[in-house]
């Protein structure tokens, strides 16, 4: 049963730190997502990649977040420094489309607390 | 810029009960795709049903089918025969291949009752 798998599940850090969160997507899969889910905001794309290279990160904030694909079977959601705001639960997708229209797989989601 | 609105933030049904859960969006866009998503309480985002706007013929996924009325723009999700198991947040989201973003409405979270 292939799967997305976000690690780590649960993230509690202060103020300042730096977090990373992976997302291994299914095996195979071209295409992975990373989203941001908040109360007040709703569920946000962030930034997505085809064959690891970027193709659109305008959702995401570029002064302290950065994502990475250093391999097909990772990739990585990075936020330096962290701040309260950004408590949030971060989901990635997977799919093996060329469109963001095609299916996604999400992964269980990270939840981050920043104190 | 393209919206979705899911005016219903909560609803209860009764179980084995039909629900039906509005959504409509705002684009100028004539080619895009609709979907509903569902979000259990495990926090797993689970695609249920998902529409091409070209396509006349409503989507089905056993229990699950949706109403698209392109012209008023509404993509409502009906559920028959609710089940326990159906408990969760649903998500009507949006996509058009020309810029390539997805957006989400601020969901409606399900009760299924006993």
């Known amino acids: 049963d292939a799967r997305v798998t976000q690690t780590p599940r649960h993230k509690v850090t202060e103020m300042g730190q730096e977090v990373t969160m992976r997302c291994q997507p299914i095996?195979?899969?071209?295409?992975v997502f990373w989203y941001r889910q908040t109360m007040m905001q709703g569920l946000e794309l962030l930034a997505y990649?085809?064959?690891?290279?970027?193709?659109?990160d305008s959702g995401m904030p570029k002064d302290r977040f950065s994502a990475e694909m250093p391999d097909a079977t990772l990739a990585t959601l990075k936020i330096q420094p962290s701040e309260p705001r950004d408590s949030a639960v971060y989901f990635c997708?997977?799919?093996?489309?060329?469109?963001?229209?095609?299916?996604?797989?999400f992964g269980p989601g990270t939840r981050l607390t920043v104190l | 810029a393209q919206t979705v609105t899911q005016s219903q933030p909560e609803m209860s049904v009764q179980e084995a009960e039909t629900v039906t859960l509005s959504c409509t969006y705002d684009?100028?866009?004539?080619?895009?795709?609709l979907f509903w998503y569902k979000q259990p309480p495990s926090r797993q985002m689970i695609l249920v049903i998902r529409?091409?706007?070209?396509?006349?013929q409503n989507a089905t996924e056993n229990r699950f089918s949706v109403n698209f009325q392109k012209a008023a723009k509404s993509f409502s999700l009906k559920i028959s025969d609710s089940q326990l198991g159906d408990t969760a947040m649903y998500f009507c989201?949006?996509?058009?291949?020309?810029?390539?973003?997805?957006?989400f409405g601020k969901g409606t979270r399900l009760h299924i009752l006993p």
């Open positions: 997708a997977s799919g093996l489309g060329k469109r963001i229209s095609d299916t996604q797989y």
């Open positions: 095996l195979g899969h071209n295409t």
């Open positions: 990649f085809r064959n690891r290279a970027p193709l659109d």
């Open positions: 684009t100028s866009e004539s080619n895009y795709y």
């Open positions: 529409q091409e706007a070209y396509k006349q």
């Open positions: 989201a949006f996509t058009s291949p020309r810029d390539d973003k997805i957006i």
